[in-house]
């Protein structure tokens, strides 16, 4: 099996950053914690961009996303963070130097 990747940017609201910030973070934290199939998940900000939201994710193989995407701390987090969202751009990598 071969390891994958996701690159989730999202611009958030600049009035939501405190509640986006503190969701994500639980976000991360359930999908290593709950999830065997999640290697890594790293939230980040743009430099000169804090309202852009950058979340790195590495999964073992296509069928961990899946998993992780059908999850109901996804769903949950996709929910509570609905209003806070201004755009997603998702892109999902294949990895070519695993971890």
């Known amino acids: 099996m071969t390891q994958v990747a996701v690159l989730a940017q999202v611009d958030i609201d ?12 639980r976000h991360s ?9 999640c290697l890594m998940f790293q939230v980040n900000t743009v430099e000169d961009n804090p309202n852009r939201y950058v979340m790195f994710e590495i999964y073992v193989d ?18 509570d963070t609905a209003d ?8 999902f990598l294949d990895v ?3 971890v």
């Open 96 to 98: 070519v130097t695993e």
């Open 29 to 37: 934290a359930d999908s290593q914690a709950n999830e065997e199939g």
């Open 62 to 79: 296509k069928a961990a996303i899946e998993t992780h995407m059908n999850s109901a701390h996804m769903t949950a987090f996709r929910s």
């Open 14 to 25: 600049p009035a939501q950053k405190d509640a986006f910030d503190a969701r994500a973070r």
């Open 84 to 91: 806070m969202v201004k755009d997603r751009v998702i892109t």
